[in-house]
């Protein structure tokens, strides 16, 4: 007998968690056996992000996918708020990969709340008004005086309709001929005010949701790959006669380097631990590369190559900001099948879409013949928008003909990951009355992304302050030089390392002149804000804060603030103020923020990635020193309401959380080892 962990949990949980209705079979399904007729099929759908069937039944699209932010409950939210129903009723899809059938599908950048809301409300709003003007035809009264509620149509003279009983003659109409509206934000029973959790908590702590490596196909193979030991090593000589031998290994494979990958060679088998124990017998000879690499070289050089500190500035600072790995909790793996007939991709992937037309270009196939499937993702933060492991399934399944799920191991997840660059900048500023800064400017030298093309010398770019939200004028330049290792996005781009070193400078400037951080910064803000808001409302909740900052973008607001003890280094309470604008599930808000002050919590504390010898140190959780339990401050979200437009989340807590724990810390006499707080010159 075997007992899997998914299989045990369930068995444990079965008499704990009772079947809800809407996981039982209607009645009707017998009479429908019996006819061969399905009430079902009689489906009402106004777009292919909403339908409704014959039972009443509503099924939301979702097109983005969900890793661990909970866009699958947004959706819910967001249809269930237009069609008059509560959350749980409705039933959830994810849409596969094609972005002329459902718009933009990539999660990154913060745009997910923003690109889905008017797609998802306008979607279920058509299917209201439609089933609302088949039940006044019905009645043959107006259709405003007709509402929906609790999936039923009423009208006061006659006896409520429910949906399923509208489905074939609101199927029949023709939307355009109806006028459709949203429901206005004073009649909101849901967006911004349900209490409701995930939709798919349930089945995550059941076991019954599926990551990436569960939906592999049945006869599906598993291939890991032997990565080069030191950066930018190639495999030479191949010595597989050990690794054949072992029983279930079906194939060894050479990997080219896939786009921004790295090669290794892959080791196919029936199971995952033949895999790794074929991989172990492995003999590679290693060729090439930096065997010699060291971060602390590159750290060194990156801060030599700053400019001339211009004019003649008051105080000025250097930061350097080291490596950080993306750590997601579930590792990079993809299933893939090739076949005469296309490609079909099972993967935790963060752009769906993206992932269907490389893969079509790659193999010289029509897009209609590459079907990509998004599962649930255990975390991305920027690192599955790389097609890595999707196009090492592709190589594998092309090799043996059948369906192969790359497994990555934690290990292989931290010595391979696409990570966020280095950095340096130094912050200079003058000084006006009160001690105000009066001028500043911003030097930066990193390295570009590796989707970025690449290039052989530094290029300067000139970019605007308009990120910088205070009353301050200045410019930020920034010089980009050859990444000697692979980068990525991260969890807030590019400001959770130029916000984080400008909100870092502002409290040392406001530390040195005596001031107090949240007063420092109201003097900066305009009166009304949505800034200077937050900061008062995170103010109201965290008296007398050691560490302070802010950050506007993606259409979001927020403030932090952080209370540490030094001695015992640690982090006793974060605070962060928010506003972004409607938080359609306020409880996905809070998490997501709280998500972020854990991030910053473990790389000011020290998480960070460094290469000695051409190789990355760090393996996995024993050594890459992500806050456990036992760091986790008390934190309090609060929810700063606004009329603003929804605004994107997932970047937005991040900058500011580790600028603000970073200040604390430093105004009790830091730098923290590990993401230094900053280094005084002048």
């Known amino acids: 007998m075997t007992i899997t962990r998914r299989g045990f949990l369930g068995a444990a949980l079965v008499v704990a968690v009772p079947v809800s209705f809407g996981d039982q079979q209607p009645r009707s399904a017998l009479a429908e056996q019996r006819t061969g007729r399905s009430v079902a099929d009689r489906q009402l759908r106004p777009s292919v992000f909403v339908r409704v069937d014959g039972h009443g039944r509503i099924t939301a699209t979702v097109p983005k996918p969900d ?11 967001l249809v269930a708020e237009e069609l008059a129903v509560g959350v749980a009723d409705v039933a959830l899809e994810q849409a596969p990969g094609d972005p002329a059938a459902y ?52 009208h006061p003279a006659h006896r409520p309709l429910p949906y399923r009983s509208l489905v074939p003659a609101a199927a029949a109409l023709d939307p355009a001929t109806v006028p459709v509206t949203l429901t206005p934000p004073d ?55 050990a690794t054949l031998a072992v029983p279930g290994v079906v194939a060894v494979i050479r990997l080219a380097a896939p786009g921004a990958g790295q090669g290794g060679v892959a080791v ?152 966020r660059p280095m950095s340096v900048h130094r912050l200079s500023a003058t000084l006006g009355a009160g001690g105000l800064p009066a001028g500043r400017a911003h030097q930066v030298v990193t390295w570009p992304l590796s989707v970025s093309p690449p290039f052989a010398s530094p290029v300067v770019v000139k970019a605007s302050g308009d990120h910088f939200p205070y009353a301050v004028p200045g410019d930020v330049t920034v010089t980009l030089r050859p990444a000697p290792i692979r980068t990525g996005f991260w969890r807030g781009v ?52 050691s560490g302070v900052a802010c950050h506007l973008d993606y259409g979001s607001a927020i403030a932090v603030l952080a209370t540490v003890d030094p001695a015992a280094r640690r982090v006793r309470k974060v605070t962060a103020a928010v506003d972004v604008g409607v938080p359609v599930h306020p409880s996905g808000v809070k998490a997501q923020v709280e998500g972020a002050l854990l991030d910053a919590v473990s790389t000011v504390l020290g998480a960070q990635i ?23 401050p008390r934190i309090e979200v609060v929810l700063v309401g606004s009329d603003a437009p929804i605004g994107g989340l997932g970047e937005l807590a991040y900058p500011p959380a580790a600028a603000a724990i970073a200040s604390a810390f430093a105004v009790h006499g830091g730098p923290v080892t590990g993401m230094p707080y900053g280094v005084a010159v002048g």
């Not at 798919?200 to 059941?206: E, L, P």
């Not at 460094?610 to 986790?632: L, N």
């Open 187 to 241: 009649e909101w029973r849901l967006i911004g005010r349900t209490r409701a959790g995930r939709s798919d908590a349930r089945d995550i702590v059941t076991g019954r949701a599926r990551y990436g490596a569960e939906s592999a196909p049945p006869g599906s193979l598993v291939a890991v790959v032997a990565r080069p030991p030191w950066i930018g090593a190639t495999p030479g000589t191949v010595d597989d006669t």
């Open 494 to 545: 590019y400001a959770g390392q130029f916000g984080y070193a400008e909100e870092c400078f502002l409290s040392e400037i406001a530390q040195a002149g005596g001031h107090d951080p949240v007063e420092f910064r109201r003097r900066l803000l305009p009166d009304g804000s949505r800034l200077r808001t937050v900061l008062d409302a995170a103010a109201a909740a965290h008296p007398s804060p």
């Open 67 to 77: 890793t661990g932010q909970g866009v699958r409950t947004m959706a819910a939210v």
């Open 268 to 419: 196919v088998a029936d199971r995952t631990a033949t895999a790794l124990r074929g991989r172990e017998l492995l003999r590679v000879t290693w060729t090439g590369g930096a065997p010699a690499a060291d971060s602390r070289v590159w750290l060194d050089e990156l801060q030599a190559a700053l400019p001339p500190v211009p004019g003649s500035p008051a105080v000025q600072r250097i930061y350097r900001l080291p490596l950080l790995a993306h750590a997601p909790m579930e590792p990079m793996n993809a299933t893939v099948h090739v076949t005469d007939a296309g490609v079909r991709v099972w993967a935790p992937v963060q752009d769906p879409g993206g992932v269907r037309t490389q893969v079509a270009r790659a193999l010289a196939l029509p897009e209609t013949q590459v079907q990509v499937h998004p599962t649930l993702a255990g975390g991305g933060f920027g690192r599955r928008i790389e097609t890595d492991a999707v196009f090492e399934a592709v190589a594998c399944s092309r090799a043996v003909g059948r369906p192969v799920s790359v497994r990555w191991t934690r290990d292989d997840d931290t010595r391979h990951d696409s990570y």
């Open 610 to 632: 460094t290469v000695r010898d051409g190789a990355v140190v760090q393996s996995s959780f024993r050594d890459y020193a992500w806050a456990r339990i036992t760091d986790c």
């Open 103 to 154: 718009g933009p599908q990539a999660v990154a950048n913060s745009t997910s709340s923003r690109q889905m809301a008017t797609p998802l409300r306008t979607a279920a709003a058509t299917a209201r008004c439609l089933l609302i003007a088949a039940a006044a035809a019905r009645w043959q009264v107006p259709a405003e005086e007709c509402t929906a509620r609790r999936g039923r149509v009423e």
